[in-house]
C-alpha cells in the first residue's frame, strides 16, 4: 500500500475518533470523561503517525504522545508547540481503561477536548499536505 493510503486511512480513523470524542461529550449522560479523553488521546496519536507516514517514516508501535511528537519534531521543528499538550493527552491512552487506573473528572476531559481541538488546527496549518477534505 502506498504512503498517500496509508496516511489517508490514519487520518481518517483519527478523524472519527474526535468527532466519537465531540459527539459523547454533548450526548451522553453521564458523560463517560474517561471515553471522551481516551478518545482524545487516540485522534492525536493517528494523527502524529500520518504525519510520519508521510515522510516516509514507519511510525513506532508506541502510545507516547511525547515520543511521537519529537520524531514529528526532526522532521518539522514546529511539532515543538504541541509536546506538552502530547504529554499530557498520553496519561489518556492506557490508564483510564482499567479499574483502579487514573479518575477522570470534567475538568480532564474539558482539557482533552481543547487540547485535540488545538493540534486538529495545528496539524491542519503545519501540514496541509495530509489533508483532502476539509476541516471537521
Given amino acids: 500500500m502506498e504512503h498517500e493510503e496509508i496516511v489517508k486511512q490514519w487520518i481518517e ?10 459527539h459523547t461529550a454533548k450526548t451522553m449522560w453521564p458523560i463517560p470523561h474517561e471515553i471522551v479523553c481516551f478518545h482524545c488521546q487516540q485522534f492525536t496519536e493517528k494523527y502524529l503517525k500520518a504525519f510520519l507516514v508521510s515522510k516516509g517514516q514507519e511510525p513506532p508501535y508506541i502510545h507516547d504522545l511525547a515520543k511521537l511528537a519529537s520524531l514529528c519534531e526532526a522532521e518539522n521543528q514546529e511539532f515543538g508547540q504541541i509536546k506538552q499538550k502530547c504529554i499530557i493527552l498520553t496519561e489518556y491512552g492506557v490508564q483510564p481503561r482499567y479499574p483502579g487506573g487514573m479518575q477522570i473528572i470534567e475538568e480532564d476531559m474539558v482539557r482533552a477536548l481543547h487540547f485535540a481541538e488545538d493540534i486538529n488546527n495545528f496539524m491542519r496549518e503545519k501540514a496541509p499536505e495530509l489533508f483532502n477534505t476539509p476541516m471537521l
Wanted: hydrophobic share 60%; aromatic share 0%.
Fill in 13 to 22: 480513523l483519527a478523524d472519527k475518533d474526535l468527532a466519537l470524542a465531540r
